[in-house]
């Protein structure tokens, strides 16, 4: 076993080397625009785009049409939600999200409403899930979108995606899921699921950084978008800019093989999981945030009473790389908000780990992690006069 073991997979994943060998020849060999139409290379290059844009799509059983190549799940949820903002501003500026939502879809939201859109930010309960009756209550007659992510990525709950879905089709709204920690982990189906827009990123199912894609439904009902990006009219006018071709390939090659793979990887992954949330909840005053029947299968988050969240990390880093929660929010010393949205109070909030386990994650490591983290919570606790006067 080689050191640091590495368990935040919710922030990035290491790429796989099958991907790596995929992309390798459109830098050197294979390296025309893939807009250049008029020659071989050009040729090549679109035919390789063309092949990750099915790779995409049949991973969430889309068509490749309704696949938008971006520069990853950020653009994509900006995409998403401004587009729609701005396409369907006669309808209606209103938004319904939820509180615990990524970053980029929050910001996002506080942008729209410096522009005069109304965001109505829906609550979550302790167990980290919305409430349907209170999204069908927020719907008014000029609310044109819904935003509620799939998979969190600091607990990893699952909404119900398919219970939101059916209301916004009830009541002629999009509805947009930031899908970035799903896709890959858990089954996806855009038209199973009743989804109109759906991001996603390379780098958290085996692929490059710097990639991703925007899904956005053609029919029953046509999305359209405005776009935010202006310039050769590339992605069907959505998203323009010469085509990353080494990176899309690269996506498209990390979706084949998470399609081909993910049952075999979860019946790993998950047992694996549960044995290092069991071994953890063995330390007093231990406990998992958010609920334990509806969230993905590689990931727990645990707090631990009476710990500073940054020591541990700190005392852990030579040994076990995790983190504490986004690594998108990570140089804050505020407490999670998502965990203050679960009701935990700030100590509890800084006490958390959030533990990701992937595709390379072996038994021993998750023992060792274990083994550590025990260690470690108790030298912090002998040195912390909270624990002494609890």
Known sequence: MKLPIYLDYNSTTPCDPRVVEAM?????????????????????????????????????????????FTSGATESDNLALKGVFELYAAKGKHIITVETEHKAVLDTCHHLEKLGGEITWL????????????????????????????????IGVLQPVKGISEIARKHGVLFFTDATQA???????????????????????YGPKGIGALYVRRRNPR????????????ERGMRSGTLNVPAIVGLGQACAIV??????????????????????????????????????????????????????????????????????TSASMEPSYVLKALGLGDDLAHSSLR???????????????????????ANLREKSIRWERR
């Open 24 to 68: 390798l020849p459109y830098f050197t060999q294979k390296f025309g625009n893939a807009a250049s139409r008029s020659h071989a290379f050009g040729w090549e290059g679109e035919e390789a785009v063309a092949l990750a844009r099915e790779q995409v799509a049949a991973l969430i059983g889309a068509d490749p049409s309704e696949i938008v």
């Open 123 to 154: 609550p979550v309960d302790r167990e980290g899930l919305i409430d349907l009756g209170e999204l069908e209550s927020a719907i008014r007659p000029d609310t044109v979108l819904i935003s509620v992510m799939y998979a969190n990525n600091e």
């Open 183 to 205: 896709v890959g982990k858990i089954p996806v189906n855009v038209d199973g699921d009743g989804i109109d827009l759906l991001a996603l990123s390379a780098h958290k199912l």
């Open 223 to 234: 999305v359209r978008l405005q776009a935010q990006m202006d310039g050769g009219g590339h």
């Open 259 to 328: 399609q081909a793979q993910m049952d075999a990887d979860t019946a790993r992954i998950q047992p694996l999981r549960d044995r290092l949330e069991a071994g953890l909840l063995q330390i007093e005053g231990a406990h998992v945030n958010g609920s334990r029947s509806h969230r993905l299968p590689h990931t727990t988050n645990l707090s631990f009473s009476h710990i500073d969240g940054q020591a541990l990390l700190a005392a852990l880093a030579k040994d076990v790389a995790l983190s504490s929660g986004s690594a998108c």
């Open 355 to 377: 533990l990701g386990l992937g595709r390379w994650t072996t038994e021993e490591e998750v023992d060792y992690a274990v083994q550590k983290i025990t260690e470690t919570v």
